[in-house]
T-cell receptor, first 115, second 113 residues
Framework: AQSVTQLDSQVPVFEEAPVELRCNYSSSVSVYLFWYVQYPNQGLQLLLKYLSGSTLVKGINGFEAEFNKSQTSFHLRKPSVHISDTAEYFCAVTLIYNQGGKLIFGQGTELSVKP | EPEVTQTPSHQVTQMGQEVILRCVPISNHLYFYWYRQILGQKVEFLVSFYNNEISEKSEIFDDQFSVERPDGSNFTLKIRSTKLEDSAMYFC???????????FGPGTRLTVT
């Protein structure tokens, strides 16, 4: 079975500071990885994905993530956050070669950006 | 840009009542999903649907739940007899032929009293 662990439930940070949201996964087979963002009272929006190729992937709103297969991690980073980045961030995986398969989500990390 | 839509945005119902949550997936997508998020908890998979049949369901998706694609555009989740613990945000999602990148709707907040 697969599982996703987001190591921090809440991350407070000041505006313009860098941030890293941590995600580790467990799977006996290869997975694709995703980060979704949920702004207050809204749905889930895809932030970025890793399917193949370069292990450093860039997403929307200046976020990037690095896939590390040996450490089974997919940490999300932004060099300088804005107040508008305040949201809940979810890491998720799905099995490679399981076309149309479900997403398995982590518990979420609440990013709170303070002025 | 095409998007997944869901109605209603908020549904309040009494315990034991039937509810139907509606979704319109992105038009050329082939795989459809329902997920739920109980307040303060993670997003959980309920069911996936492809080629007019359920392709996978979780242990949460018991006999009280059913899904249907009644026409070429709608995708519905029915809860036959709601319980208090069914109170949650329900998200519909869809994905295209590649079958990996899922697009989510804004959700329906279901409150069972």
């Amino acid at each position: 079975a697969q599982s996703v662990t987001q190591l921090d439930s809440q991350v407070p940070v000041f505006e313009e500071a860098p941030v890293e949201l941590r995600c580790n996964y467990s799977s006996s087979v290869s997975v694709y990885l995703f980060w979704y963002v949920q702004y207050p009272n809204q749905g889930l929006q895809l932030l970025l994905k890793y399917l193949s190729g370069s292990t450093l992937v860039k997403g929307i709103n200046g976020f990037e993530a690095e896939f590390n297969k040996s450490q089974t991690s997919f940490h999300l980073r932004k060099p300088s956050v804005h107040i508008s980045d305040t949201a809940e961030y979810f890491c998720a995986v799905t099995l490679i070669y399981n076309q149309g398969g479900k997403l398995i989500f982590g518990q979420g990390t609440e990013l709170s950006v303070k002025p | 840009e095409p998007e997944v839509t869901q109605t209603p945005s908020h549904q309040v119902t009494q315990m034991g009542q039937e509810v139907i949550l509606r979704c319109v997936p992105i038009s050329n997508h082939l795989y459809f999903y329902w997920y739920r998020q109980i307040l303060g908890q993670k997003v959980e998979f309920l069911v996936s649907f492809y080629n007019n049949e359920i392709s996978e369901k979780s242990e949460i998706f018991d006999d009280q739940f059913s899904v249907e694609r009644p026409d070429g555009s709608n995708f519905t989740l029915k809860i036959r007899s709601t319980k208090l613990e069914d109170s949650a945000m329900y998200f519909c999602a869809s994905t295209g032929l590649a079958g990996y990148e899922q697009y989510f709707g804004p959700g329906t907040r279901l409150t069972v009293t």
